[in-house]
């Protein structure tokens, strides 16, 4: 008996705590420019009503975010995503009044935010990327080198990604958004990183795993995050993925994304207990119950942000 009344206690606590909090916190993530969420690959702005940023825009616009999640093609190349996301970057600014935007994204959507501050820097205040694909990924060097070029297996494998991709539009709001997995498989490679950082090279560390420019010389904010853990959910099915995934790494990695190929700009941290889909919140949010809860390191990037000016 005593036990649950430490526990109801604790709770009510709990309870009180975060109604103070939300309470006192109103305008924490109030950015200048409006926020816009950009997704990785085979990613989508919502499907079948779940967020692939999983409860996040939510927890943004809560505390005075003005938030859009882009809808890109799921699976292509950076270049032809970029273009996508300046148009609905020139959408927002049209709809909004505001002179820029606050790019956020994650995994490809890390190069993909990049090349929109690289051909329109006048439009984008700060790049954050999150486990972003910025030096290339090991999962898709060894994708490309078992799948040859022109060979059967590599027109199956098309065929089954092109399949489920038709069915990723439907489900997210039935755009015929046009679709290219090899391009994206291209883009991701260490060699198609390396070819792509050639033409837009800001942000991108020089070393192989330091830190970029924190303002790039185009006047744009670059700031990077990510974790470097595969299993953290023993709840979460995706994290015996994950696991399996981070076994073709050498060094650390959150499953998809070396550390140091997440490096972009300021790096806030590279050593989050969590693992590549941990960083947009998870599978409903089944993450690590010991580690910050990844919608409050959105809410801080933005505070970050306003803090900045921007």
């Given at each position: 008996?005593?036990s649950i ?5 604790v ?7 975060s ?8 305008g924490?993530?109030a ?6 969420l950009v ?5 989508f ?15 943004l616009t ?28 020139q959408?927002?600014l049209?709809i ?12 490809h ?15 984008v205040?700060?790049?954050?990327s ?10 898709a ?5 078992t799948?040859p070029?022109g060979?059967i297996?590599?027109a ?5 990604t092109?399949?489920?991709l038709?069915?990723?539009?439907l489900?997210s709001?039935?755009q015929?958004?046009?679709q ?6 291209a883009?991701l490679t260490?060699?198609?990183s390396?070819e792509?950082?050639?033409k837009?090279?800001?942000?991108v560390?020089?070393?192989a ?8 010389p ?16 023993a709840l ?27 490096h972009?700009g ?9 693992n590549?889909?941990?960083?947009i ?21 933005a505070?970050?942000?306003k803090?900045q000016?921007?």
């Amino acid at each position: 008996m005593k036990s649950i009344l430490i526990s109801m206690l604790v709770s009510v606590l709990v309870f009180m705590g975060s109604a103070q909090a939300s309470s006192d916190d109103s305008g924490y993530t109030a950015t200048k420019y409006p926020i816009v969420l950009v997704h990785g690959l085979f990613g989508f702005d919502k499907l079948a009503g779940m967020d692939y940023f999983f409860g996040i825009p939510q927890a943004l616009t809560k505390s005075g975010a003005t938030v859009y999640v882009a809808q890109i093609s799921a699976a292509n190349s950076t270049e032809v995503r970029g273009e996508q996301l300046l148009k609905q970057v020139q959408e927002v600014l049209a709809i909004t009044g505001a002179k820029k935007v606050n790019l956020i994204g994650h995994s490809h959507g890390g190069p993909t935010a990049r090349y929109v501050a690289s051909v329109a820097p006048d439009l984008v205040a700060s790049v954050t990327s999150i486990g972003g694909v910025n030096k290339g990924s090991r999962i898709a060097d060894i994708v490309r080198g078992t799948l040859p070029e022109g060979s059967i297996p590599e027109a199956i494998t098309v065929k089954i990604t092109n399949a489920f991709l038709a069915l990723l539009n439907l489900l997210s709001g039935g755009q015929d958004l046009p679709q290219d997995p090899l391009k994206a498989l291209a883009s991701l490679t260490t060699q198609g990183s390396l070819e792509f950082n050639k033409k837009y090279p800001e942000g991108v560390p020089t070393s192989a795993c330091g830190e970029g420019d924190y303002v790039g010389p185009n006047g744009v904010y670059y700031y990077s995050w990510t974790g470097d853990r595969n299993f953290t959910n023993a709840l979460d099915p995706s994290d015996a993925f994950m696991v399996i995934l981070g076994l073709a790494f050498d060094g650390t990695n959150d499953g998809l994304v070396g550390t140091c190929s997440a490096h972009l700009g300021k790096v806030i941290r590279d050593d989050y207990k969590m693992n590549h889909l941990d960083e947009i919140n998870g599978l409903l949010g089944l993450t690590d119950l010991f580690e910050t809860d990844p919608k409050t390191l959105y809410r801080q990037q933005a505070n970050r942000l306003k803090l900045q000016g921007l």
